[in-house]
């Protein structure tokens, strides 16, 4: 069965202070694999997209991994500020770009 | 400016009634969605579009039905809400063709509450 599972489900770090979130996937074929991040009461929006030959990928303070052979990503954030709080989606696209979600993980930053 | 908008924002009606979600977007794609999320959740895509008259019905199976008559219009409609259908309703859009990432982009959502 395809799914994607992340960890920790929730996570509080104080601000200044770096985090890494995990993500595992039994998707197969695999396609991409995204991380979004979800403000309360909002959207997602897409941090990175990454293919099957990349292996990282970096947008401003948020770097993401992927190892296509253990079927892991991970996401790491570095100098958290305030407005990191929110939630961050593994999702990955399988065959004919069908999406499968993960739960996310719960991120706060404390000052 | 090219964006995806969604009304209203909230909503607060009782059992039995009509309502229809409204999702516009000026992005230009021809693909649209429609996810429902529960708190702490995964999204559930519940609908899908490729582009004008067509409509697919997605992973999680709802009593909504959707309607794609304009290329940048994606409304759905509920005959009658029940308390079992709160939740927040997100709309998205994609590109949509090979050599694309199809990625989507989401509208602010409408949190539904049937009382």
């Known amino acids: 069965k395809n799914q994607v599972e992340q960890s920790p489900q929730s996570l509080i770090i104080l601000e200044g202070k770096n985090c890494t979130l995990q993500c595992n996937y039994t998707v197969s074929p695999f396609s991409n694999l995204r991380w979004y991040k979800q403000d309360t009461g909002r959207g997602p929006v897409s941090l990175t997209i990454m293919t099957f030959s990349e292996n990282t990928k970096s947008n401003g303070r948020y770097t993401a991994t992927l190892d296509a052979d253990t079927k892991q990503s991970s996401l790491h954030i570095t100098a958290s500020q305030l407005s990191d709080s929110a939630s961050y989606i593994c999702v990955v696209a399988g065959s004919n770009y069908q999406l499968i979600w993960g739960a996310g993980t719960k991120l706060i930053i404390k000052p | 400016e090219a964006d995806i908008y969604q009304t209203p924002r909230y909503l607060v009606i009782g059992t039995g009634k009509k309502i229809t979600l409204e999702c516009s977007q000026t992005m230009g794609h021809d693909k649209m969605y429609w996810y429902q999320q529960d708190p702490g959740m995964e999204l559930h895509l519940i609908h899908y579009s490729y582009g004008v008259n067509s409509t697919e019905k997605g992973d999680l199976s709802s009593e909504s039905t959707v309607s794609r008559i304009r290329t940048e219009h994606f409304p759905l409609t509920l005959e009658s809400a029940r308390p079992s259908h709160t939740s927040q309703y997100l709309c998205?859009?994609?590109?949509w063709g090979e050599g694309s990432y199809n990625e989507q982009f989401f509208g602010p959502g409408t949190r539904l509450t049937v009382l």
């Open positions: 998205a859009s994609s590109e």
